[in-house]
């Protein structure tokens, strides 16, 4: 565990230094053990050391010196609900919390939407943070997906391990980015469901294998 949790440390160091958090804000964790790895609550990335990491069992039980994320409740839901999950990466990222504070989804502006697995990327109903509101929230919001948007906060992307979930969480800002330029200009022209369903099976043998 002490490799998983240096990894940990590591990505949430990477989404600081990639600009998609800042602080202390959002959290990182990966699947391990009887449960999970994830980042403690209030404590600076950058002063932070592997010890740190907090060892969450899927009853929620946790251990070591430090609290976990406020927000492992929709962690553990996650782990336990989908089973090809191994890492999950939260985020206050500007262009994609900026969408979230206006609740909206992302419509099939650009054929990327279909990276994170359907033709849309909702934008999750807002609760309290650290609730088990906000994780049946962002349940929902990531059915059948990679990522969603969580309103009047954040980002949220799943992977099967954290060098995927932090590719992604950077990928979905750059769209968010994309879509609040497009935004700016008029009207969004969307791709036909017809297009995003080919798209969607080609990117099922997309890439190495």
């Not at 990222?93 to 419509?107: H, I, K, R, V």
């Amino acid at each position: 565990m002490n490799q998983l949790a240096a990894e940990v440390l590591a990505t949430a160091r990477a989404m600081n230094a990639r600009g998609i958090n800042r602080g202390a804000a959002g959290n990182v964790s990966a699947r391990g053990g009887a449960g999970f790895l994830i980042t403690p609550t209030g404590m600076a990335y950058d002063q932070a050391t592997p010890a740190d990491m907090v060892a969450v069992a899927m009853d929620g039980a946790a251990g070591g010196p430090r609290k976990p994320s406020s927000e492992w409740r929709f962690h553990r839901d996650i782990y336990a609900e989908r089973r090809e999950v191994g890492a999950v990466l939260h985020a206050h990222s500007p262009f994609a919390t900026s969408l979230a504070c206006m609740g909206l989804d992302l419509p099939p502006f650009h054929y990327m939407i279909a990276r994170f697995g359907g033709a849309d990327l909702r934008c999750a109903r807002y609760a309290t943070f650290g609730t088990q509101e906000l994780s049946a929230a962002v349940l929902e919001a990531l059915r059948d997906r990679a990522g969603c948007l969580m309103a009047h906060h954040g980002m949220l992307v799943v992977g099967r391990d954290l060098g995927q979930a932090l590719a992604l969480a950077c990928e979905l800002e750059d769209l968010c980015e994309q879509y609040w330029r497009v935004l700016q200009l008029g009207e969004p022209r969307l791709l036909a469901a017809e297009e995003m369903a080919r798209v969607l099976e080609k990117f099922r043998d997309y890439g190495q294998q």
